[in-house]
């Protein structure tokens, strides 16, 4: 149950920024909070990853605020200023995305909890991560029509299940579906190519089953919580 750790950060952001959004006395300073709370989140992730304290840096929320500001950001900022925010996507998406892949090129990877991965893959995920989003509301855009393909807009609607199921079932699907075929086959490409869609293909009907069966019922309270205008 490791993998939920992420689902205590998102929890703790739930709980903790409507009351910080709450008192903030007007939409620009919340903005500059956000931007602080970036920069603050990078540079305690630095100092402790110095101190080779690499689980903290990696998985609380103080150092784990990159993604969680930038999309607080946009969802306020583009309250206000919408054309700007897209211009600014147009600019910040490609750019984040070319130092995704030099950064997987340079470090070999991006195996987590080192200071390099961290502190740079973070701060770019988390910036193009809200770009991304504020292109896709183009509908004129190519990055909103992708978007919206049906596999994605499917796997979008189970992605919570999976993320949940996929790790549940990795030891189970290595025993009976990996190790089987990598006996079988003898070549780790071809076994792990044939493992993975299989593994897929699993981990997707659970999930399915699971938004369809039991997640929904939850998804139908939300009637009981619908916003109103302010007045």
């Known amino acids: ?3 939920f750790w992420s689902l205590a950060v998102e ?8 009351l910080v959004l709450w008192n903030c006395r007007s939409l620009t300073t919340a903005l500059r909070l956000l931007v ?17 304290w690499n689980v903290p840096a990696y998985y609380l929320l103080p150092t784990h605020m990159e993604s969680i500001s ?3 950001f946009i969802a306020l900022a583009n309250l206000r200023w919408p054309d700007f925010c897209q211009r600014a996507a147009k600019i910040v ?3 984040t995305l070319i130092g995704l892949v030099a950064a997987f090129v340079v470090l070999h990877g991006l195996p987590d909890q080192k200071l390099l991965p961290i502190t740079v893959v973070f701060p770019l995920a988390g910036a193009g991560s809200a770009a991304l989003i504020l292109r896709a509301q183009d509908v004129a855009s190519v990055w909103s029509k992708v978007m919206n393909w049906k596999a994605l807009r499917f796997y979008g609607k189970i992605s919570y299940g999976f993320y949940i199921y996929h790790y549940l079932l990795r030891e ?6 990996f190790i089987p075929l990598h006996g079988l086959i003898h070549n780790r490409i071809f076994a792990g190519s044939i493992y993975f869609v299989l593994a897929l293909a699993v981990c997707t009907g659970i999930s399915a089953a699971s938004f369809y069966f039991y997640e929904s019922r939850f998804l139908k309270m939300k009637r009981y919580f619908e916003s109103r205008p302010a007045r």
């Open 36 to 52: 602080a709370l970036f920069f603050i989140s990078l540079g305690l992730k630095i100092a402790i990853l110095i101190g080779h």
């Open 172 to 177: 189970v699907l290595k025993k009976y579906l």
């Open 11 to 18: 929890e703790q952001f739930y709980l903790l920024w409507p």
């Open 1 to 3: 149950m490791g993998h």
């Open 70 to 72: 930038a999309g607080a």
């Open 93 to 95: 998406l490609p750019a």
